[in-house]
């Protein structure tokens, strides 16, 4: 039986690493073969594509290009890590996916969204997340989340921007989920961990029942 894709979003320090690490885990204390994984990444040529991306080394060529580099690691990590661990029945837990693409490059890089759907079309194909968290929290606090987790080292291409831009991008996002409500729970991330991640849990266990595979295979035993 195919596995269950889990994708987390949001913004910058929303907590979306720890978040998906931590349901990982409680899945696979569930007994649940689960693969957690992220974007840009998650293979290894996608990988060396984060690299050049996250160095900023394809911000002179505009939004357009980096849309296209997104979607070119995309496409290899759908190809060589998702799709193979879906088949073997693992459930995928990925750190961004491709909401990343339409929000970043598509709202506040302004990229034609028919241009984002074609990309989309071509590195994902017909593969869609069976549930995603928008984890939100003010502009403030994510910044502040993610300069602490930076340890003085200088901020990415995308941390460097200016407020006003994180401020559009938690708009967008929540927007983004207001249109897909079967697919997108928004979670209030600004709790402690351990809150937010019953959030979360609440949340998956309504949604995708993950222990009721494993409740009935016992039953059956
Ligand atoms: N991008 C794009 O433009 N287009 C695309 O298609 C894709 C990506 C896929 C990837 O960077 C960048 O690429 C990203 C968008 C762009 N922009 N940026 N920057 P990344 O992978 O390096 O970083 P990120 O995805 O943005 O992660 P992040 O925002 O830096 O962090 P996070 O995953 O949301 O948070 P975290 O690492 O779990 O937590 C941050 C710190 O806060 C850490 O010290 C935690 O211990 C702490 N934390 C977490 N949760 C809490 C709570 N609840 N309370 C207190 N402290 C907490």
Redesign the pocket.
Same mark, same amino acid.
């Given at each position: 039986m195919r596995g269950k894709f889990i994708t987390?979003e949001?913004?910058?320090?929303?907590?979306?690493?720890? #978040?998906?690490?931590m349901l990982a885990m409680r899945l696979e204390a569930l007994g649940l073969s689960v693969l957690l994984t992220?974007?840009?990444?998650g293979s290894p040529g996608a990988e060396i594509i984060?690299h050049v991306?996250?160095s900023g080394a394809a911000k002179p060529f505009g939004p357009e290009a980096?849309?296209m580099l997104?979607?070119a690691?995309?496409d290899d990590h759908v190809r060589c890590t998702i799709l193979p661990a879906l088949a073997e029945g693992k459930w995928v837990v990925c750190?961004?996916?491709?909401?990343?693409?339409?929000?970043? #490059?598509g709202t506040?890089?302004a990229v034609d969204p028919r241009f984002i759907k074609a990309l989309e079309r071509v590195s994902v194909g017909d593969l869609a997340p069976d549930l995603t968290f928008v984890?939100d929290?003010p502009v403030a606090l994510?910044l502040k989340?993610?300069a602490?987790?930076?340890e003085g080292a200088s901020?990415?291409?995308?941390?460097a921007e200016q407020i006003e831009f994180h401020e559009k991008l938690r708009e967008a996002y929540l927007a983004l989920a207001a249109a897909e409500p079967d697919r997108c729970v928004v979670v209030d991330?600004?709790?402690?961990?351990?809150?937010?991640a019953k959030r979360v849990w609440d949340a998956a266990n309504s949604r995708l029942k993950p222990a009721g595979p494993r409740l009935l295979e016992n039953l059956a035993s």
């Open positions: 987390f949001g913004g910058e320090g929303t907590g979306k690493s720890t #978040q998906a690490a992220r974007e840009p990444g984060r991306l996250l980096e849309a997104f979607a690691a995309r750190d961004r996916f491709a909401d990343s693409t339409r929000v970043y #490059q506040l890089g984890l929290v994510g989340r993610a602490l987790r930076r901020p990415d291409r995308f941390e991330a600004s709790a402690g961990k351990e809150a937010v």
